[in-house]
Nanobody
Framework: HWRLLESGGAMVQPGGSLRLSCVVS????????FCWFRQAPGKEREGVAW???????DYADSTKGRFTISRDNAKNTVYLQMNALKPEDIGIYYC?????????????????WGQGTQVTVSS
């Protein structure tokens, strides 16, 4: 059975850093592209960064220059390094996976989801 398990969420002060991890099991790792989404209270889920199965990446405008997505093919793990965190980065962060071409930030394109990890940015 497949599973995406996120971890690393915490409460940090503005300007702080966090690294989120997503351990993937039960999927054919090399076939999958992954995206980190977040959902703040009262807001729609939004994509923040994706990485293809070949290592290409893209970022939402709000996270460019601050967030870095990466994947460790030996550990079947996707990471999201978040620096210079702002109060507006608050939310539950989800790891999601999809196969095939046409990688997007659209949540309905992704079939496999984790349960999420909470990120809070507050002084």
């Amino acid at each position: 059975h497949w599973r995406l398990l996120e971890s690393g969420g915490a409460m940090v002060q503005p300007g702080g850093s966090l690294r989120l991890s997503c351990v993937v099991s039960g999927l054919v790792w090399d076939d999958f592209n992954f995206c980190w989404f977040r959902q703040a209270p009262g807001k729609e889920r939004e994509g923040v960064a994706w990485i293809s199965n070949s290592g290409e990446t893209d970022y939402a405008d709000s996270t460019k220059g601050r967030f870095t997505i990466s994947r460790d093919n030996a550990k079947n793990t996707v990471y999201l390094q978040m620096n210079a965190l702002k109060p507006e980065d608050i939310g539950i962060y989800y790891c999601a996976g999809k196969t095939g071409r046409g990688i997007t930030f659209l949540s309905h394109d992704y079939n496999y989801w984790g349960q999420g990890t909470q990120v809070t940015v507050s002084s």
